[in-house]
């Protein structure tokens, strides 16, 4: 009888862009997408672990950087909340069609449509083997949703924070622009800290640190990374202690 690997990690809390739901369209919604991601979703939960997933909302409104200026930071900000909103009931209806129970919280009530977000309600959710979205970023404004998955990540005791992106790991430059860049296999937070890598934002990258909370930066182009990395096999970029 062969023996099945058991995944590295028991808990996790999965972060998506916005921009990766999208696809090639680069806005809205690419369903295909969608699915796939799902679809690794559900292997990840038949090996019995437990996902929390924070999304982005950039395929719909970035914030600051959509307001250009001509709206409020704040209000900017609070735009890209509903964003991320409307991005998990997208992905939850699709889990929901693929056999994956699942429960929407979010920072912000919006209790016609979801949960609010309450630490314990989340935790029991995940024992029980649904997998928890989590909307409206932190709930604050002057806050990316990176940092919104570092904060649930460490309120749930997640084991690991997976990073999925549209660039396969941490690289010392943009791969785009430069073509001496080179990846990194693993990295310190204190070096992607010194060298100014863009991985996350100073805040959400600080947090992870003070919270001893690994890492895994991969590409989501192809979604069975996610069952890769929570696996424990060498893809994309570790940043840890």
């Known amino acids: 009888m062969i023996a099945i690997e058991a995944p590295k990690y028991k808990r996790v809390l999965l972060k998506i862009s916005g921009e990766a739901l999208a ?11 969608i699915n796939s991601v799902c679809a690794a979703i559900k292997k990840c939960q038949k090996l019995g672990i437990e996902i ?26 609070h735009m890209g909340m509903l964003a991320t909103a409307m991005n998990c009931l997208a992905v939850a209806d699709v889990m929901e069609q693929n056999g994956i129970e ?3 919280q ?32 932190t709930g604050c404004p002057y806050f990316s949703t990176d940092t919104a998955a570092v904060l649930r990540a460490a309120e749930i005791g997640a084991d690991a924070i997976l990073l999925a992106k ?10 785009k622009l430069d073509p001496t860049a080179c990846k990194f296999e693993n990295i310190t937070y204190d070096e992607v800290l010194k060298l ?34 929570v696996m424990g096999e060498n893809i994309g970029t570790v940043v840890k202690k």
Do not use: Q
């Open 196 to 229: 100014h890598l863009a991985v996350m934002d100073l805040t959400a990258t600080s947090l992870s640190m003070e919270n001893d909370i690994p890492v895994i930066v991969f590409a989501l182009k192809d979604p069975e990374n996610i069952v890769r990395a």
């Open 23 to 33: 696809g090639d369209k680069k806005s809205g919604l690419d369903f295909d997408v």
């Open 106 to 137: 979010t920072a912000i009530e919006m209790r016609p449509i979801a949960e609010p977000y309450i630490r314990l309600r989340a935790m029991h959710h995940l024992s029980k083997g649904r997998v928890v979205l989590f909307g409206g970023g």
């Open 52 to 77: 929390g997933v924070v999304i982005g909302g950039g395929n719909f409104w970035r914030g600051i950087k959509d307001g250009n200026g001509k709206i409020e930071r704040s209000r900017a900000d």
């Open 166 to 175: 549209n660039i396969d790991g941490v690289y010392s430059a943009d791969p």
């Open 102 to 104: 699942v429960r929407v």
